[in-house]
């Protein structure tokens, strides 16, 4: 089992920034890729951003290229999302998820996931 800590969500205007961070225990760290996956009222999870278990490769969703940057702390058993320029369509649960080995972007193909951070971006 691999357990999974969002953290660093919060209210903030549009055009600011957030660092998400996702800790992880149980499993060894670098047996897993990570995504990072987001969910708006009414609608379906979707993905954001994944990385792979060395960190050496980079998968973004369309929506977010080039203002939100994935990256992993290998020692520390943690991913982060740095979130820039938000938009109002950024508001939304975002999660973190674990898969074996390779990063994908269906989340129907992550092993473990977190409970959740908001993330809300005002106008």
């Known amino acids: 089992q691999v357990q999974l800590v969002e953290s660093g969500g919060g209210l903030v205007q549009a055009g600011g920034s957030l660092r998400l961070s996702c800790t992880t225990s149980?499993?060894?760290?670098?047996?897993?890729?990570m995504g990072w996956f987001r969910q708006a009222p009414g609608k379906e999870r979707e993905f954001v951003a994944a990385?792979?278990?060395?960190?050496?490769?980079?998968y973004y969703a369309d929506s977010v290229k080039g203002r939100f940057t994935i990256s992993r702390d290998n020692a520390k058993n943690t991913v982060y999302l740095q979130m820039n320029r938000l938009k109002p369509e950024d508001t939304a649960l975002y999660f973190c998820?674990?898969?074996?080995?390779?990063?994908?972007?269906?989340?129907?193909?992550?092993?473990?996931w977190g409970r959740g951070t908001q993330v809300t971006v005002s106008s």
């Open positions: 990385i792979s278990r060395t960190g050496g490769g980079t």
């Open positions: 149980g499993r060894t760290f670098t047996n897993y890729a």
């Open positions: 998820a674990a898969r074996s080995l390779v990063s994908t972007t269906k989340p129907h193909e992550y092993d473990y």
